[in-house]
């Protein structure tokens, strides 16, 4: 079965403390896997796609990578306004196509 | 221009009671979604629609029912209400299923809450 696990689970950071979140998967075939920013009270904006391992996308002080096995999100100098909880989702080549999505980061970056 | 809305955004309701939640998009996508949003933020599935035609429908209580007037809107009607129901429900849509640039796109979402 189609699986998603991010950790850590929350994380708190300095301003300018760089750090990553991680987000491991299973999937019978990957045709993409995601990852989303949600802020309190909204619904998840999307961040990246990415497809293939050793693929790399870049956004400010974001950049996602991935592997065969896991993907992550590096943030690099964090700002406060970074702070929200950043979700992982993968989409399988099975069945529906449907998007399993992990339990998310909780991000804090403290000023 | 709001790209997937959602109404209404809160709906506190009693026990019993039966609801709807609407939701449109303006982006030219063929699929959308209703996901549910748990006390733990965890986002599960619960049905998709691609160009009217559902094509997944997990399993939830068949007091939800989703429909689709056309590809731009997707509603969700929930009969007899119970407190387990309690959540935040969203709305997403993508271009489509098994096609390339698969991100969703997702509305407000709506916290219904019953009493």
């Known amino acids: 079965e189609d699986q998603v696990t991010q950790s850590p689970e929350a994380l708190r950071l300095q301003e300018g403390e760089s750090s990553s979140l991680n987000c491991s998967y299973t999937?019978?075939?990957?045709?993409?896997l995601f990852w989303y920013r949600q802020d309190p009270g909204k619904g998840p904006e999307f961040l990246f796609t990415?497809?293939?391992a050793g693929e790399e996308k870049e956004k400010e002080r974001l950049k996602a990578t991935l592997t065969k096995k896991e993907s992550f999100l590096h943030i690099t100098a964090p700002k406060p306004e970074d702070s929200a909880t950043y979700l992982c989702?993968?989409?399988?080549?099975?069945?529906?196509?449907?998007?399993?999505f992990g339990t998310g980061t909780r991000l804090k970056v403290l000023a | 221009d709001t790209a997937v809305s959602q109404t209404p955004k809160y709906l506190v309701t009693q026990m019993g009671n039966d609801k709807s939640i609407k939701c449109e998009q303006n982006?030219?996508?063929?699929?959308m979604y209703w996901y549910k949003q748990d006390s733990k933020k965890f986002l599960k599935i619960m049905f998709s629609?691609?160009?009217?035609?559902?094509?997944i429908n997990e399993t939830v209580p068949n007091r939800f029912s989703p429909k689709s007037p056309d590809k731009a809107h997707l509603n969700l009607h929930i009969n007899s209400l119970e407190l387990g129901d309690s959540a935040v429900y969203f709305c997403?849509?993508?271009?489509?299923?098994?096609?390339?640039?698969?991100?969703?796109?997702f509305g407000p979402g709506t916290r219904l809450t019953v009493t």
């Open positions: 989702a993968v989409q399988g080549t099975s069945g529906t196509y449907k998007y399993i």
């Open positions: 999937v019978s075939g990957l045709r993409g």
């Open positions: 982006l030219g996508h063929d699929t």
């Open positions: 997403a849509s993508s271009q489509g299923p098994g096609t390339g640039d698969g991100e969703q796109y």
């Open positions: 990415l497809y293939s």
């Open positions: 629609y691609n160009n009217k035609e559902l094509i």
